[in-house]
DNA sequence: CTCCTATGTCATGAC
DNA sequence: GAGTCATGACATAGG
């Protein structure tokens, strides 16, 4: 294996260094096989984390997915815009590699637990995944059987504890002593019954064991304990530990370039050169891992061996590697706008492209593994092109859009995250319909203009009155660029003609540009005409991928909060421009949806207030009035110049949104509280029919012990006699069963008798 | 027309 | 005291 591993780096060396001669920078994260001063020779002093040392932060501090500070969500844009700009910005190395942790963790376990498992398992994870779970179930299996044979063990010994109290007995008394163990038999099997079900939960103790006991996968598992299936926590743990075995195992090499790497390197650079109009393309790698995992899926159907496996492997290694990245990129995009961007223009997006490029084509270099197949791979362009088209494709089917319509469907189909796989499925189900549909732009439009007429800020944006909502032609153009080709670089070039057309049709829509992201204060760019099409709710959720599913653990019941989509997203006429950036802060902290039927009625609600709104030439949006904080919101009406009838419909427009929002979280509360004592109810009638159940039993086998012992007892006296021979009254004497299992007859008055003395005595002291 | 449901709005109390 | 949230009560629209 370690020969392979050596073969494998060295050409991806070579490979990064000829690109990196070419102009081209590369990260193929392959830092732990070299010296650094090769890191330096081939990715620069200013290059990325790798992703190696992703994984080693991962398995270093075992973040929980679950620890998500929304302090950090707040810095996590202006660390992903580091990020993004790497090789232009020098990001502090411990928070950014705190965030990446962080941000990786987040999606992997979050949102689509099952995705990445499904696709990012190598084969012999499989095989592990596959046969392990047999392991628990034998486990479980045993345990069961354990406490099965323990029961029958428990019941032999009762019943060897009751057989000594038989043996003492009298010979004449014998057979109906054993008469009375037959009276009592019921009671003893009743006893077993007790033991049986109050042994039941231990029995069923070595079935949960394995999860916690020392079978148990260890520690790694900090992805989500306790909530992920054993199998991910065991297929995460090896991919970690792989990763960290091929770390420690750095391979030196000897910088021996080929010819035939030369040669791959120059159909490298044709094909960058070819695919230079569609670099954005390159820039969705969420989907090109969807893209290259099915193939890992389907090699590893067919079972791995040699070299397959090792292609297989390192696929899913990096396409693993690259997911966290390629998770935000949609977003990424809207954030990227930085002061190095807003000066660059497009020089960032194509160096960004390249670099981008330049790392999917060495994950399909390591995806083959030899160089032979390197430079028969990049050899044939007619390939490169194909995946080119085929992540154009992709790219096109993941629009935020799609991605909020996807977190509707999420929301709607499931609160847990079990639904990783289906969502997944929906996902790509989503994105072929899009790539049939072939035009997202159009649907984005429509959307635009349906939703364009609950609009309050174009309405004013027209208005002469409202000059401080107007966004200087000036700013917008020097910003269109740079955002414009930010946008162009993960959405595709129809984003860019489209937005391009746009803005020659019509500065209407540059001028309602939403400038959430513009506003960033790290970044300090400003958004262009893109950004309207790809709201900034988007970028959240894609930011933050596993938000949505991570706001539902502090059982937190804000469903229906103004929407990050709303806020921003649904009307972009309708935002006003006066977007501050705690305004921006505050929806994202608080990530809500609105089900698609909640919005209606709202639009409805809201075009009466948008009446008056109108009425009253007020300039702000409704989301806007609704989320700001209220220190932005007072410093917005106090700098606002409003006269008191505006600022007391904006008052009472925020009042009424926040309550809106609140009665519907109170009504989700109710529902589910109605549910939950529902469930509860069907419940206890169940325990309560089977409590009625089983006292019939008792009094049933109570009542025949009873008759029983009667009978036994008549029949004992009826053998007896007095030393006068006379038979004994059963109403005048009585058995008394001695310590020493010795049975005397006594009377009953002297029993009573003793018993007063007895009461009077207790009393006494 | 009535009933039911969903939603928005108001009033009120608690924090 | 202001702001926010939760919630009951009422109004309204639509099926």
């Known amino acids: ?338 002061v190095s961007q807003a000066t660059r223009g497009n020089d960032l997006d194509q160096d960004f492209g390249q670099t981008t490029s330049s790392s999917f084509v060495l994950a399909e270099e390591d995806a083959d593994g030899f160089p032979s197949h390197i430079s028969d791979l990049l050899k044939d362009l007619n390939i490169l092109e194909d995946i080119q088209l085929l992540a154009g494709e992709l790219e096109e089917g993941f629009s935020p859009e799609l991605e909020a319509r996807s977190e509707e469907e999420e929301q709607l189909h499931c609160d847990g995250v079990h639904q990783g796989a289906d969502r997944r499925g929906n996902w790509m189900e989503d994105q072929e319909q899009r790539s049939r549909l072939g035009d997202v732009q159009a649907e984005a439009e429509a959307e635009v203009e349906t939703d364009s007429d609950s609009g309050l800020s174009l309405d004013f944006i027209h ?67 893109g950004a309207p099409r790809f709201p900034a709710n988007h970028e959240d959720s894609k930011l933050f991928p596993g938000f949505s599913w991570l706001e539902h653990i502090g059982h937190d019941h804000t469903y229906n909060n103004p929407p990050l989509s709303s806020l921003s997203s649904p009307a972009p006429g309708t935002m006003s421009p006066i977007q501050t950036e705690s305004s921006v802060r505050a929806g994202r902290a608080r990530p809500c949806r609105c089900s698609s039927s909640s919005l209606a009625p709202e639009t409805k609600t809201w075009s009466r207030d948008k009446e008056r709104a109108r009425a009253l030439r007020i300039p702000f949006s409704y989301q806007l009035i609704v989320n700001l904080p209220v220190e932005e919101f007072n410093h917005l009406l106090s700098s606002g110049q409003l006269s008191q009838q505006q600022l007391t419909l904006i008052r009472d427009i925020r009042r009424r949104g926040k309550n809106k929002i609140a009665a519907q979280n109170c009504r989700k509360r109710k529902l589910d509280v109605l549910l939950a004592l529902e469930e509860d109810l069907k419940a206890l009638r169940l325990q309560r029919s089977e409590l009625l159940q089983e006292k019939r039993n008792s009094l049933r086998r109570l009542q025949d012990m009873k008759s029983r012992f009667g009978r036994l007892h008549q029949e004992i006296f009826s053998q007896l006699a007095d030393d006068n021979g006379r038979p004994l009254d059963a109403t005048e004497y009585t058995l008394r069963f001695g310590p020493d299992d010795t049975v005397t007859v006594a009377s009953v008055r002297a029993s009573q008798s003793s018993k007063k003395h007895r009461g009077v005595k207790k009393r006494r002291s």
């Open 1 to 338: 294996m370690l020969h392979i591993k050596e073969y494998f780096t060295e050409g991806l060396i070579q490979m990064a260094i000829l690109l990196s001669l070419c102009g081209v920078r590369v990260d193929v994260g392959l830092e732990a096989f070299m010296p650094p001063s090769w890191c330096e020779l081939i990715l620069g002093p200013t290059s990325a984390l790798t992703h190696t040392q992703i994984l080693n932060l991962r398995n270093r501090y075992s973040l929980h997915p679950k620890t998500v500070d929304l302090d950090q969500f707040f810095t996590a844009r202006r660390l992903l815009g580091w990020v993004r700009s790497l090789d232009r910005i020098q990001v502090p190395q411990a928070e950014l590699e705190t965030w990446l942790v962080q941000q990786e963790a987040g999606p992997l376990s979050g949102r689509f637990p099952d995705q990445n498992s499904l696709m990012d398992r190598t084969p012999g994870q499989v095989e592990r995944v596959q046969s392990e779970p047999t392991m628990e179930q034998g486990e479980v299996l045993d345990g069961l059987e354990d406490g099965e044979q323990r029961t029958d063990v428990d019941r032999s010994d009762e019943s060897s504890d009751m057989l000594p109290e038989n043996q003492p007995l009298g010979l004449d008394l014998e057979l109906q002593w054993q008469d009375l163990m037959d009276i009592l038999e019921p009671e003893n099997t009743d006893v077993e019954m007790m033991t049986c079900s109050n042994r039941s939960p231990d029995s069923r103790r070595p079935a949960t064991a394995p999860g916690d006991g020392s079978e148990a996968p260890p520690p790694c598992s900090s992805t989500r304990p306790g909530t992920e299936p054993l199998t991910g926590t065991f297929w995460q743990q090896d991919l970690f530990g792989t990763a960290n075995q091929l770390e420690q195992e750095p391979v030196l090499l000897p910088l021996t370039p080929s010819d035939e790497l030369d040669e791959d390197g120059s159909v490298i650079n044709t094909g960058f050169t070819l695919g230079n109009s569609r670099l954005d393309s390159w820039t969705i790698p969420s989907n090109y891992t969807d893209l290259l995992d099915e193939n890992p899926t389907k090699d590893t159907d067919e079972g791995m061996n040699g070299g397959d496996n090792l292609a297989a492997f390192s696929m899913n290694l990096l396409t693993r590697d690259i997911s966290p990245f390629s998770s935000d990129s949609p977003s990424y995009d809207l954030k990227t706008p930085s």
């Open 463 to 529: 208005s002469p009155s409202s000059s401080s909502s107007i966004v200087s032609e000036g700013s917008a153009d020097d910003s269109s660029s740079s955002c414009a080709s930010a946008v162009g670089n993960v959405f595709s070039d129809k984003v860019d003609s489209s937005d391009e057309d746009d803005s020659a049709g019509s500065h209407l829509e540059v001028e309602v540009t939403i400038k959430q992201e513009e506003v960033e204060e790290d970044m300090g760019a400003v958004g262009g005409h």
